[in-house]
């Protein structure tokens, strides 16, 4: 039998989906799980066993089930289903559309579908943890690793790496999807040219259509060859294999920092209109730092605005740079040494609050 799990999302939403992933296939031990998803997402956790095979969907469209792929016709009309993508209605409709022997997803009223409540205060992984725990897959955030807490000879050792960018590096990723989520040009240059002052290596990562952004912040953090641009330049492998090695990861709210969860790398993390209690880092708590400042009780703001939000125009720069310098100072650059991991509670800021989660909402 094959077990069909809907996650048609992005780099974030994928890796914050993972551990949940392993408590499907906990929970039908045996059964194929082909994950409905990106193509290249979900090739890549393919390659890392978290599923057998992938089922190449863009949003909500029609899935084309069954399929010829692995897991597709043998098992056709009949699969288990699994909704991993949103609360309903439109992505319980498409996997109901595909004639499932069962369905696992959250409850809802307006698609005929019972199931566990939802929870809008709840942080995204541990949601999907439930919802799959709720049919015996035992999971919880630990089970977001993909690869040691660690790199073989620890973090701050010159020598292999990637092309674009060798061990030991600071990784800056200015760009996020949307404008409420990215912060200020001038400033990431500000922190990026203090921190190669300082005498690190940074690699500045981006997607091919931040090209122009990361240039712009080379090109204001003036610090010449101390600062390399790989933007446009890395596919998902390369710069897993990148953020995975790095001394330090600094970005925004978006999916390159579930990297650095998912490989230990020590990160800090600026967040705008969704706090860290919902999207923040789960696990090894004491290796990243969420900066966010934004009020308790604040209404509820979009995070996919095409404007900075006010909590992320707040964060200053000398801000961030003293949270760098102090994971670079404080946390081990090799690997005689490792910090103690801190367990699957929420991450903690003298700023958290909770507020409206961001998966999708169909």
């Known amino acids: 039998m094959t077990v069909l799990v809907l996650r048609a999302l992005g780099l974030g939403d994928m890796l914050t989906g993972v551990a949940a992933l392993r408590g499907v296939r906990r929970a039908w031990p045996g059964h194929r799980v082909v994950l409905a998803a990106p193509r290249p997402l979900g090739q890549w956790l393919a390659d890392h066993g978290v599923v057998d095979a992938v089922l190449p969907t863009q949003g909500l469209s029609r899935l084309p089930w069954p399929w010829a792929g692995p897991g597709g016709a043998q098992d056709a009309p009949g699969c288990l289903a699994v909704n991993l993508h949103g609360r309903g209605p439109e992505s319980h409709r498409v996997l109901q559309a595909t004639r499932p022997d069962a369905l696992l997803a959250f409850d809802n009223t ?42 073989p000879g620890g973090r701050g050792v010159e020598g292999t790496g990637t092309q674009e960018g060798g061990r030991g590096a600071v990784v800056a990723h200015p760009g996020a999807a949307a404008e409420a989520r990215r912060w200020p040009t001038a400033r990431w240059a500000r922190v990026v040219g203090a921190l190669a002052a300082q005498g690190h290596d940074v690699v500045l990562t981006g997607s091919e259509a931040e090209r ?49 969860t998912a490989y230990g790398t020590p990160s800090v993390t600026l967040f705008g209109p969704t706090p860290p209690a919902l999207w ?4 090894d708590l004491p290796r990243h730092v969420v900066i966010w400042h934004g009020e308790r009780d604040a209404p509820r703001r979009d995070p996919n605005a095409g404007r900075l939000d006010p909590a992320l125009a707040q964060v200053p720069v000398d801000e961030v740079v003293a949270a760098c310098e102090s994971l670079l100072t404080r946390l081990p650059a090799t690997g005689n040494e490792t910090t103690t991991p801190s367990g699957p509670d929420l991450p903690s800021s003298r700023h958290a609050a909770p507020s409206p989660a961001r998966s999708a909402p169909g």
């Open 110 to 151: 307006d698609a005929g579908h019972i199931g566990p409540d939802w929870d809008d205060t709840e942080h995204e992984v541990l949601r999907w943890c439930r919802l799959v725990r709720s049919v015996g897959g035992y999971c919880e955030p630990e089970d977001l690793r993909l690869g040691p807490l660690d790199p």
């Open 212 to 260: 122009g952004l990361c240039a712009q912040v080379r090109l204001q953090a003036d610090a010449g060859d101390a600062v390399r641009d790989t933007s446009g330049r890395l596919g998902l492998p390369a710069l897993a294999e990148l953020v995975s090695t790095a001394r330090l990861l600094v970005s925004g709210d978006t999916g390159v920092a579930h990297l650095a």
């Open 280 to 283: 923040g880092p789960s696990i």
